[in-house]
C-alpha cells in the first residue's frame, strides 16, 4: 500500500535531506529533535489532568481524565526512543490522549537512558516502575485487576522484558499487554531491516546506534536484549502487537505474534498500513496515528474484562 499522504511528505523530505543519518549526531541533537518531532503530534488534547510524583526516587506522571472516579483502569507506559531518549515531553499528547478517550490513567514511567545509563538500567527501572504503580495502587486509583503493559518500540520492548520478570517472580501479573511496533531483535535479523531501513525516517542505524550505546558490549543474543527468540512465553497474560508497514520492525513483530501464538499465549497483531516506524505519534498529520489512539485506548479501558 503507499504511504499515507502526511507521512508521504515526511519521508520525501527525509530523503530530499540526504537521508541524515543518526550515528552523525551528538546525543543532545537527537533527543533535541525528538523533542522537535512533538509538533506533528496534533492539537493538544486539554480534557485531562497530569501529576508528576516520585515514588521511592522513581519519577512517573499519571495522565487522568478530568473529574475521574476514585478507581479507575490504567496502563504503565514505557515511551519510546531507541533505549536512547524520550520521556514525558515527547509523549505528551499521546498519553493525555489515551487518557481522555479511555476513561483510564496513564502512568507513564521514567527510565534511565543510555549512554549515560546501560543496560540492564532501562530493563530494571522498567520492572520497579510497575511493581511501584502495584504496590500503590490505592494511592494512584489504578484498578489492580484492570493494568496494562504498554510501549512503543524501546518502550515495547521493556513492557515484554517486565512481564517476563513479573511472571518469573509470581507476584502479580498485569491484565494485559500492548506492544507498539517493539524493539525485538538487536541482531537485526529480518528482512524488513533491509527493505524498510533507508528511506523511512526511523532507519537501521537509528534502531542500531540506540541498541549499541544501550547494550555497551553485551551480548545481542542475552534473553533480555533480544526477547523475540525466548521459548519462555508461556504463562504471559494476553498480548496485542502493532506493527507498521514501513518499519525496519515490522518483521520481528509479526514474527512475535507467531512465538507467542505456538507457545500458547493469546495473542492478536495489526499491521497498519502505509505508515513508518514512529506513526503512532503523528496524530497531526495521520488518519492511521489518530485511528490507532482510539483503538489502543478502548483495549486499556476493556482490559480485565474478559
Known amino acids: 500500500m503507499a504511504l499515507e499522504k502526511g507521512i508521504e511528505r515526511l519521508v520525501q523530505g527525509f530523503i530530499a535531506a540526504g537521508r541524515p543519518s543518526s550515528r552523525r549526531q551528538t546525543i543532545e541533537v537527537r533527543r533535541a529533535g525528538y523533542i522537535a518531532s512533538t509538533e506533528l503530534a496534533g492539537k493538544t488534547e486539554t480534557r485531562v489532568q497530569l501529576e508528576t510524583l516520585v515514588l521511592e526516587g522513581l519519577t512517573i506522571r499519571v495522565f487522568s481524565p478530568l473529574n475521574a ?49 546501560t543496560f540492564p538500567a532501562a530493563h530494571d527501572d522498567a520492572e520497579r516502575g510497575a511493581n511501584l504503580v502495584w504496590q500503590y495502587a490505592d494511592e494512584l486509583g489504578v484498578d489492580k485487576n484492570r493494568l496494562t503493559l504498554c510501549g512503543d518500540s524501546a518502550g515495547g520492548h521493556l513492557a515484554l522484558v517486565t512481564a517476563l520478570r513479573l511472571k518469573v517472580k509470581g507476584l502479580w501479573q498485569p491484565a494485559q499487554l500492548i506492544l507498539i511496533y517493539p524493539m525485538l531483535d538487536a541482531t537485526a535479523s529480518f528482512e524488513s531491516y533491509t527493505l524498510n531501513g ?23 543474543q542475552h534473553p533480555e536484549v533480544s526477547p523475540l527468540w ?77
Open 69 to 117: 472516579p476514585e478507581i479507575l483502569p490504567a496502563a504503565i507506559y514505557y515511551h519510546g526512543g531507541c533505549f536512547i531518549s524520550g520521556g514525558f515531553d515527547t509523549h505528551d499528547n499521546q498519553l493525555r490522549q489515551l487518557a481522555y478517550y479511555g476513561n483510564c490513567r496513564v502512568i507513564a514511567i521514567q527510565y534511565r537512558l543510555a549512554p549515560e545509563h
Open 198 to 220: 533507508m528511506d523511512y525516517v526511523i532507519t537501521r542505524d537509528t534502531l542500531l546506534s540506540g541498541y549499541e550505546m544501550y547494550l555497551a558490549g553485551a551480548d545481542r
Open 230 to 306: 525466548r521459548n519462555d512465553f508461556s504463562g504471559l497474560p494476553k498480548v496485542h502487537i502493532v506493527t507498521a508497514e514501513y518499519d525496519p520492525l515490522r518483521d520481528e513483530g509479526e514474527a512475535l505474534y507467531q512465538r507467542l501464538t505456538a507457545q500458547g499465549v493469546k495473542c492478536t497483531a495489526q499491521q497498519w498500513r502505509g505508515v513508518i516506524h514512529g506513526f503512532f505519534q503523528l496524530g497531526g498529520i495521520s488518519q492511521s496515528a489518530r485511528d490507532i489512539m482510539r483503538d489502543i485506548a478502548w483495549r486499556i479501558n476493556h482490559a480485565g474484562r474478559e
